[in-house]
């Protein structure tokens, strides 16, 4: 099985995808970390502190693999089975980046990503056909949101209704 975990920074995936991958003995690659080492970037980005994935690159890497799990923020470019959008209040995401040290600008440039719904939105243009998970993890623990992986997974698909504009 194909598993991408997509979402906003800090919205949980590294932690997500850990617990998923020991659940279904499927390898984990992190996005970030996978670019730089297998250089699946184009370019470094010096304004961003980022390296600017080479899509190609990184569709190319995943081509002959069937079972595995790729969690980061472009996940959702990768051919799969399943896609997953972790989504969480976002002041989940103001608390936890500023925990980890994120200067103001990047912090807010985050914080209306998951607003705006950033991510879903690009996951659902992306969408293939494969089965979609959109779920709100707020007030769910890890583990609670690996359950309503594997139980939307069985099911064919999840999409929880969540709108961070609304009230
Ligand atoms: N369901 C949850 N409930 C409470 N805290 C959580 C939950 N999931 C993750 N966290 C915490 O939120 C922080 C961010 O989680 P994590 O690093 O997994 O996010 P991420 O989506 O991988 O971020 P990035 O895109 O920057 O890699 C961590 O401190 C983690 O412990
Ligand atoms: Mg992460």
Same mark, same amino acid.
């Given at each position: 099985?194909?598993? @991408?975990? *997509?979402? *906003?920074?800090?919205?949980?995936k590294? *932690? ?5 991958? #020991? ?9 970030s970390? /996978?670019?730089k ?19 190609e690159? /990184? %569709?190319?890497?995943?081509a #002959?693999?069937?079972?595995?799990? =790729?969690?980061?923020?472009?996940a ?9 959008? /972790?989504? @969480? ?6 608390e ?20 705006? =719904?950033?991510? =879903? ?9 494969q *089965?979609?998970?959109?779920?709100? %993890?707020t ?19 999840? @999409? ?8």
């Open positions: 099985m194909r598993i @991408v975990v *997509t979402g *906003t920074p800090g919205t949980g590294t *932690t997500v995808s850990k617990i998923l991958g #020991d659940r279904f003995k499927l390898p984990v690659y992190n996005l970390e /996978l670019i080492e297998e250089k699946l970037y184009s370019f470094y980005d010096r304004n961003r502190d980022s390296y600017a994935v080479d899509i690159k /990184l %569709t190319r890497f995943f #002959d693999k069937d079972n595995f799990i =790729a969690e980061g923020l472009v959702h470019y990768i051919p799969c089975d399943v896609s997953v959008v /972790l989504r @969480v209040n976002p002041e989940a995401i103001q936890r980046l500023k925990e980890r040290n994120y200067n103001e600008e990047k912090i807010e440039e985050n914080v209306e990503a998951e607003r705006i =719904a950033f991510c =879903a939105t690009e996951a659902f243009e992306n969408f293939e056909g *089965t979609f998970l959109h779920i709100n %993890t007030e769910r623990t890890p583990e609670e949101i690996v359950n309503v992986i594997i139980e939307g997974i069985e099911r064919g698909g999840v @999409v929880e209704e969540i709108d961070w504009l609304e009230g």
